[in-house]
């Protein structure tokens, strides 16, 4: 399996991106993307994830409200739309697959994914 995170950029404080996860290579029938992130000095941190299944998702309450994340299943892609961003959001950003089988919720527990995408790096400044 393959993933290939895309979208970031600089933008400013209460403005607005669209990452993308496209996923490729031979997949379990059901599995959750995860979205996460670290910023320079600070650990990694789980910001999203959605099931392939039910499209079932999981937020962190850092974003709840202004980030949603969403699945096109014809084209393997995950998107993370992040709306009213601010200066903490600033970081790379990182789209893992978890093949759970469907065998539980979709979890932003870095520790439990199994492929990772390289970052693309959100830059929220002024």
């Known amino acids: 399996v393959q993933l290939q995170a895309s979208g970031g950029g600089l933008v400013q404080p209460g403005g607005s991106l669209r990452l993308s996860c496209a996923a490729s290579?031979?997949?379990?029938?059901?599995?959750?993307i995860g979205w996460f992130r670290q910023a320079p000095g600070k650990e990694r941190e789980g910001v999203s994830c959605i099931m392939s299944t039910d499209g079932s998702t999981v937020y962190a309450d850092s974003v709840k409200g202004r980030f949603t994340i969403s699945k096109d299943n014809n084209n393997n892609t995950v998107y993370l739309q992040m709306n009213s961003l601010e200066p903490d959001d600033t970081a790379d950003y990182y789209c893992?697959?978890?093949?759970?089988?469907?065998?539980?919720?979709?979890?932003?527990?870095?520790?439990?994914?199994?492929?990772w995408g390289q970052g693309t790096l959100v830059t929220v400044s002024s």
């Open positions: 290579g031979v997949m379990r029938p059901a599995y959750a």
């Open positions: 893992a697959m978890d093949e759970n089988w469907g065998i539980r919720d979709c979890l932003i527990v870095a520790g439990i994914y199994d492929y």
